[in-house]
């Protein structure tokens, strides 16, 4: 009884994988002058563009899902001898290393 109780308490609070890929420096940071709020978020061919380059540097297959935002896509791994299917979620998110959050980046969440 003590086990299943460990369990769901390990389920309950286990994090999806997430991580975050940088886009190039032009649209990541479109704004025309610092402190610039209102400007266009990257188009989404540059996003997919970023996931493909993400995919051909870590040796993983891609197989995009949808393309329209959110995009969705597995990212098909061989981890120990076995094959791995993982969805994930991208969306582009509005703030980085940039002490205004004036830039862009790719959150990518497991899903």
Not at 29 to 48: C, L, Q, T
Request: some cysteine.
């Amino acid at each position: 009884m003590i086990s299943t109780k460990f369990k769901h308490l390990k389920d309950k609070f286990k994090q999806p994988k997430s991580f975050r890929l940088e886009l190039p420096d032009a649209y990541a940071f479109p704004g025309p002058y610092p402190g610039s709020k209102h400007y266009p978020a990257p188009p989404m061919s540059v996003v997919i563009d970023t996931i493909v380059k993400y995919s051909e540097d870590t040796n993983a297959k891609l197989e995009f899902v949808s393309t329209d935002t959110p995009i969705t896509f597995y990212l098909i791994i061989e981890k120990r001898g076995k094959t791995m299917r993982e969805l994930y979620m991208a969306e582009v998110v509005n703030g980085c290393r940039h002490p205004l959050d004036l830039c862009y980046f790719i959150s990518c969440t497991q899903i």
